[in-house]
């Protein structure tokens, strides 16, 4: 099986992309997992004129793979990322722990450690369940909204988890680098993010379908 390992590279992360690269190498030194080839797919976005979603769409469609692995510049592909999935090849989507790198540390994220059914994604804070850096089988992957400018992520996610056979797994598949954020015209910060993300939970078919049938779900942390 081939694997291709999509990247945005936004303002700034022109030189910051390289370490993504790097530890993309060392994961693969460590365990190829259940893949024979990898590709390693930078997107350049580096006027900004793209955006994230229109990126990752162009990587997406030219893609052959058998799998892809979104991840962003300013992150690190984990160590034993690739060994972990020989254990979720039935599923189409996988997601990993919330691993993160700040001020010289690097610990796990108060979070959801495994989840298995959407409704998890309706009653927990976003902040505690799903980030970027998921494996998913190609002709299974769904393209991003390329007119939102954050939020475009959980878009995909409710969009996956609504038709494919999805697991969030508490093994780590990438280390998420606080601080480091993509700048230019298409950027958000983390009020943007949650603004745009709690609409999207609250809109989405699957979440009003819920609210009708038990009157209410729970609320966000």
Known sequence: MNLEIIIPVGPGHEQIVMESHRSIGIAWETSNGPFKHIDINSI???QGKKGRSKARNEGIIKSDADWLFFLDADDLMHPHAFEVMNSYLDYQAVW???????DGLMMPRYQ????TKIDTLFEVDPYFTLQMGFFVKRKSMILFDEELNCGEDWKVYLELWDSCFCIKQKEPFMIN?????????????????????????????SHQRKTEVVGKVLPFC
């Open 44 to 46: 350049d976005d580096t």
């Open 96 to 102: 990993g722990g919330i691993c993160e790198y700040h």
């Open 112 to 115: 959801i450690p495994k989840i």
């Open 177 to 205: 680098r606080r601080g480091f954020n993509s700048v230019g015209p298409k950027s958000a910060n983390g009020k943007q993010w949650r603004e745009s993300v709690e609409k999207i939970i609250r809109d989405f078919p």
